[in-house]
T-cell receptor, first 114, second 111 residues
Framework: GAGVSQSPSNKVTEKGKDVELRCDPISGHTALYWYRQSLGQGLEFLIY????????KSGLPSDRFSAERTGGSVSTLTIQRTQQEDSAVYLC????????????FGPGTRLTVL | GENVEQHPSTLSVQEGDSAVIKCTYS??????FPWYKQELGKGPQLIIDIRSNVGEKKDQRIAVTLNKTAKHFSLHITETQPEDSAVYFCAASPGRRALTFGSGTRLQVQP
C-alpha cells in the first residue's frame, strides 16, 4: 500500500542496549513526525521534520533519543542505552506539510525494554 | 506550549444512542483541531477535523463543534454502532507544528 510503514513492528531489547526504529513516510510528504504512546495513554510528541528545515526536537525526553531523516524521506529514531521507562509504542506520521494538514500514521513499533 | 484536556476517559453507550466527547485547549494560537480514532493494534486514523474559521462541521454521523472563545471543541457521534467502539483522541495545533493530543476516550458501544 501507499501508507506510512514502520519497522520493526515489535522490538524486545535489554536495558542498556541501543535500538533503531524506522519510518517510511508516504511518498511526497514533506513533514514527518515521531510520537510515543505509553500503555493506555495519549500520544506524546517527540520530534518533527519539515522539508529541509532544522527539526523541532523540543519533545525528545532526553539526550538518549535522536532522530534523522535522510534525503527528505526515510527517518530513523535511535534510542541509546534503553531504560525500562522507554517501553512504549513509537508512532510515525507524515503529512503534506503546510498549515495543519492531515497527519497519516503508521502502525507503530512496540518497544519492550526488559 | 499547548495543553489539551479530554473528557470523559471512558464512555459506554447503547447502540443507536449518541456519544459526545469534549476537549479543551490552552493555546489561543491553535487553529487546527483533528479527531482521531484508534483501533487496537493500529495507528490513529483521522475521522474529522475543523479549523478555527469554522464553528461546526458534519460528516454523516460525525460532527465536531468549536468554540474559540471558550477554547473548547467537541465530537458528536450519532446513531452509534458497535464498529464505532475504539479509542478517540482530540488534538490541537497552531499549524506547521506537531499535534498536541488529549489523553483519549475509550468508547464502548453495547449492541
Amino acid at each position: 500500500g501507499a501508507g506510512v510503514s514502520q519497522s520493526p513492528s515489535n522490538k524486545v531489547t535489554e536495558k542498556g542496549k541501543d535500538v533503531e526504529l524506522r519510518c517510511d513516510p508516504i511518498s511526497g510528504h514533506t513533514a514527518l513526525y515521531w510520537y510515543r504512546q505509553s500503555l493506555g495513554q495519549g500520544l506524546e510528541f517527540l520530534i518533527y521534520f519539515q522539508g529541509n528545515s532544522a527539526p523541532d526536537k523540543s519533545g525528545l525526553p532526553s539526550d538518549r533519543f535522536s532522530a534523522e531523516r535522510t534525503g527528505g524521506s526515510v527517518s530513523t529514531l535511535t534510542i541509546q542505552r534503553t531504560q525500562q521507562e522507554d517501553s512504549a509504542v513509537y508512532l510515525c506520521a507524515s503529512s503534506l506539510g503546510g498549515q495543519g494538514g492531515e497527519q497519516f500514521f503508521g502502525p507503530g513499533t512496540r518497544l519492550t525494554v526488559l | 506550549g499547548e495543553n489539551v484536556e479530554q473528557h470523559p476517559s471512558t464512555l459506554s453507550v447503547q447502540e443507536g444512542d449518541s456519544a459526545v466527547i469534549k476537549c479543551t485547549y490552552s493555546d489561543s494560537a491553535s487553529n487546527y483541531f483533528p479527531w482521531y480514532k484508534q483501533e487496537l493494534g493500529k495507528g490513529p486514523q483521522l475521522i474529522i477535523d475543523i479549523r478555527s474559521n469554522v464553528g461546526e462541521k458534519k460528516d454523516q454521523r460525525i460532527a465536531v463543534t468549536l468554540n474559540k472563545t471558550a477554547k473548547h471543541f467537541s465530537l458528536h457521534i450519532t446513531e452509534t454502532q458497535p464498529e464505532d467502539s475504539a479509542v478517540y483522541f482530540c488534538a490541537a495545533s497552531p499549524g506547521r507544528r506537531a499535534l498536541t493530543f488529549g489523553s483519549g476516550t475509550r468508547l464502548q458501544v453495547q449492541p
